[in-house]
């Protein structure tokens, strides 16, 4: 799976192929309201006080609205915006962690999100109870990850360390485990995070090289990062979201320098 | 690994009510639930040297101690009173511990409910879970103890089941309710703990509901679910008897009406947790 010296041409290749095949993911007029306490009431006697003062205001606050989107089938696309501007919630509608409040949103095959690994780790677990345990949190039954046990392992480069309690393991083997089950799959659209940088550098390019056989695979994937460079190497299309709604939307190189325009004075884009 | 065959399709417009989506998921992720326990009791033996015999030791403990100082005071004239205080206590200790534990996991859970989808129940069904297994362990020195003190075992512990059944109903209805709460308030965790001692002492674990002044009594008894699931545990195995009908039907009652508000109420808070946590 060494694909990462693929060259620019192929790239455009896929794109028009993609532009041929179904859309696999549509947000139709999606919004998504978050109902916010005007104050921040962190405790059930602060909660009830202010009720019996009528204090409590609820405000509405429209983390997306009017989002009109398709991504077709096999397509990169990334999302790119400042803190706040709805990226995350959008990758939250797609992974079903949440509802939209309005509109629609229609997703065809199985989600796969890489959204930090080892989540769900437990320190006192060996690393093999771990794999089971973050298998299920991802949805596969035993049967399917005693199946998958041995590549995990392979992958991540830990067979010495498999029936050691995680808490021994430093935090780029726990890394590296996580991500070798969390990559583990045939999935049909794959959400990513920033998530390009786990573990030394050998392991990056090997990671590197598994996200790209996705593509191959002819996986649909979205990619949010903050990192101009990495949306520019994997994506062909990209969003520009600001303030929940869609503030630009095209070829990677347009977007991202339009981005990077409107991000100037400040010099350095925030975070 | 074949895709054509089956491609999951999800469309928002096209989900049912929460409460009902949440159940089938639940139903497919059953191995998440089947993992999340044996987490629970592997990683609560790991750390200590006496391993499962802890979840037995610890309420012949309490249960020695409670009958040194109270056997005289609240249960004096009563036959078997060490049985009747751990059968109490074996009740009472799933309850309380079951539902602290709900709360606790889907608070540790949040961080993963805002990245991956999971069954949010999961976290408190695995905890009323992990609950029966100590439960059930705590059988084995509760009839060692009835041996040792005489009271007989008798056939009508084959209805024990029943008992546990509601009990575990409504222990997970009051897990989801407070757990529910505690996403949205930090002190209500805390304001549990304080309840749940309160609530004990009010519920007969430790003393006998003859003890009670006629004139209130009555009311700490018949407004407490506990009181009913409690005396249904402890009817197939202490007394020896058949439960009688209108226990059953009282018990039975306060489970699925407690468990059905917990689910309702858990369900249509639920799609928020991604951002309250």
């Known amino acids: 799976m060494n694909l990462h010296t693929e060259s620019e041409p192929q790239l455009t290749a896929n794109m028009q192929v993609a532009e041929s095949q179904e859309n696999v993911i549509l947000l139709d007029n999606v919004g998504v309201r978050y109902r916010i306490a005007s104050e921040q009431v962190g405790t059930f006697k602060e909660y009830l006080i202010r009720r019996f003062q009528g204090q409590i205001k609820l405000g509405d606050f429209w983390a997306l609205r009017h989002i009109n989107l398709s991504i077709s089938k096999g397509e990169v696309l990334g999302l790119i915006g400042p803190n706040g501007a709805g990226k995350s919630t959008m990758l939250k509608l797609i992974a079903r962690v949440m509802r939209p409040t309005s509109g629609r949103v229609l997703v065809k095959g199985m989600v796969a999100p890489l959204i930090e ?3 769900g780790f437990h320190p006192d677990l060996t690393g093999r109870e771990n794999i089971f345990l973050n298998g299920a949190l991802l949805g596969f039954t035993n049967d399917e990850m005693q ?5 995990i392992v392979e992958f991540a480069e830990l067979w010495e360390f498999i029936d050691v309690p995680v808490r021994n393991y430093s935090s780029g083997m726990a890394a590296r485990l996580g991500f070798a089950v969390a990559t583990d799959i045939d999935p049909d659209i794959l959400i990513l995070d920033e998530i390009l940088s786990v573990g030394d550098e050998s392991f990056q390019r090997k990671s590197l090289a598994r996200m790209k056989g996705f593509r191959h695979l002819g996986a649909t994937i979205i990619l949010v990062s903050h990192n101009a460079e990495t949306i520019l190497e994997m994506c062909q299309r990209v969003v520009w979201l600001e303030h929940g709604q869609i503030k630009m939307i095209g070829a990677s190189k347009e977007v991202v320098e339009a981005y990077q325009a409107s991000q100037e004075p400040t010099h350095e884009p925030t975070q | 690994m074949d895709k054509a065959t089956q491609v999951p399709i999800y469309d928002s417009d096209r989900q049912g ?12 992720y059953r191995y998440l639930i089947v993992q999340f326990v044996r987490r629970d009791i592997l990683t609560r033996y790991k750390r200590s040297a006496l391993g499962v015999a802890w979840t037995m030791l610890n309420p012949l403990g309490t249960m020695l101690i409670l009958t040194l100082v109270f056997s005289r005071a609240f249960g004096g004239s009563q036959e078997g009173y060490a049985a009747y205080v751990l059968s109490g206590l074996i009740a009472w200790n799933f309850f309380a511990q079951s539902t602290n534990a709900a709360t606790l996991h889907l608070v540790w859970g949040g961080s993963l409910l805002k990245k991956i989808y999971i069954p949010r129940t999961s976290f408190a069904i695995s905890a009323t879970g992990t609950g029966l297994i100590n439960l059930l362990l705590s059988l084995v020195p509760l009839l060692i103890v009835m041996v040792i003190i005489q009271v007989p075992i008798r056939w009508t512990m084959i209805f024990l089941p029943i008992p546990i059944l509601f009990l575990a109903m409504f222990t997970l209805g009051i897990g989801l309710i407070v757990s529910t709460m505690a996403i949205y308030y930090a002190d209500i965790a805390e304001m549990f703990q304080i309840t749940l001692t309160a609530w004990f002492y009010l519920t007969p674990i430790i003393w006998s ?23 249904l545990f402890r009817v197939p195995i202490i007394y020896g008897q058949v439960p009688d009908v209108r226990l059953l039907l ?12 917990g689910w309702m ?9 991604a951002y309250r946590v």
Do not use: H, Q
């Not at chain 2, 009510?17 to 497919?28: D, H, N, P």
């Not at chain 2, 109420?265 to 947790?273: G, M, P, V, Y």
């Open chain 2, 17 to 28: 009510s929460a409460a009902t989506e949440e159940f089938w998921a639940i139903l497919k």
């Open chain 2, 250 to 261: 009282i018990s039975g009652g306060i489970a699925v009406f407690t468990l059905f508000s």
């Open chain 1, 117 to 119: 690994f080892g989540a």
């Open chain 2, 209 to 231: 509901p003859e003890i009670l002044p006629e004139l209130y009594g009555l009311w700490i008894t018949r407004l407490n679910p506990m009181f009913y699931l409690v005396e």
């Open chain 1, 147 to 151: 199946e998958k046990f041995d590549r």
């Open chain 2, 265 to 273: 109420f858990f369900t249509s808070k639920s799609d928020e947790f």
